[in-house]
């Protein structure tokens, strides 16, 4: 396992972009400091020092299409490995990882295409240390830190090797062997959701499953259809979850 270290980097995926034909399969980057790092749908999200990012580059990886969900049930275990006694760790379709309502976790994971050959570069921010006040003054209300949800800040490095080490795992992991365990992580599974389109439209449904390919089954009006990571977002009727 290789771990880069950085100072300061606009963003770990871009690193790994940046460098991703020299590097190995299964490289790590992280940094203390990263200044422009993205989220789903275009968001961008800065950190404060009280966050780990890293970034893992998988070269052509198996069953690419589920690996986002894979990636968060890494993050699940890996966080919980850091508690003797773990708090409840879910994850809200398709990969943000929640401790008691809150996202502690963000991932994003985008592809890089090099001829006939494809990397994936699994971008993931895990809040460790900040506290409400600075999630209310960046405008993040449903998002939390370990520190701030369980009262115990882990040790950063230990975590990140933790994590690094899940991520490889889970990568190499065919999802139909992981579907029951993923399912048991979603916290939005079973209960009424609102899906919003990139084009600004809302649908109100009922999340029911999730497909072998990682989409979320919903029931609505007209009866059953299916949703993807990439198409939509999904939250619940009233807030975050």
Not at 9 to 33: F, I, P, Q
Not at 110 to 118: H, I, N
Not at 130 to 153: C, D, H, I, W
Request: hydrophobic share 40%.
């Amino acid at each position: 396992m290789r771990i880069i270290e950085l100072e300061e980097v606009t963003s770990t995926n871009d690193y790994l972009k940046a460098h991703c034909e020299e590097l190995s399969d299964g490289t790590a980057v992280t940094a203390l400091v990263q200044t422009a790092g993205k989220g789903r749908r275009g968001h961008t999200w800065t950190d404060d020092g009280g966050m780990l990012p890293f970034s893992v580059l998988l070269k052509d990886p198996p069953e690419y299409e589920t690996l986002t969900a894979r990636v968060g049930l890494a993050v699940c275990n890996a966080v919980a490995e850091m508690y003797p006694e773990p708090p409840e760790i879910g994850i809200k379709w398709p990969n943000d990882v929640i401790i008691s309502s809150k996202k502690v976790c963000g991932i994003l994971c985008e592809s890089v295409c090099f001829g006939a050959r494809m990397s994936i570069i699994c971008g993931i921010g895990i809040n460790i240390s900040q506290f409400e006040e600075y999630f209310r003054a960046v405008g993040l209300p449903n998002a939390g830190s370990l520190a701030m949800l369980t009262g115990f800040t882990p040790n950063r490095r230990k975590l990140l090797e933790t994590a690094v080490r899940e991520v490889l795992s889970y990568a190499s992991t065919p999802f139909a062997e992981c579907l029951e365990e993923y399912k048991r992580r979603l916290v939005n599974l079973g209960r009424p959701v609102k899906i919003l389109g990139a084009d600004g439209s809302e649908r109100l449904a009922d999340a029911v499953d999730v497909a072998p390919n990682g989409y979320l089954i919903c029931r609505g009006e007209d009866g059953f259809f299916e949703v993807g990571s990439g198409e939509v977002s999904v939250r619940g009727v009233d807030g975050y979850i």
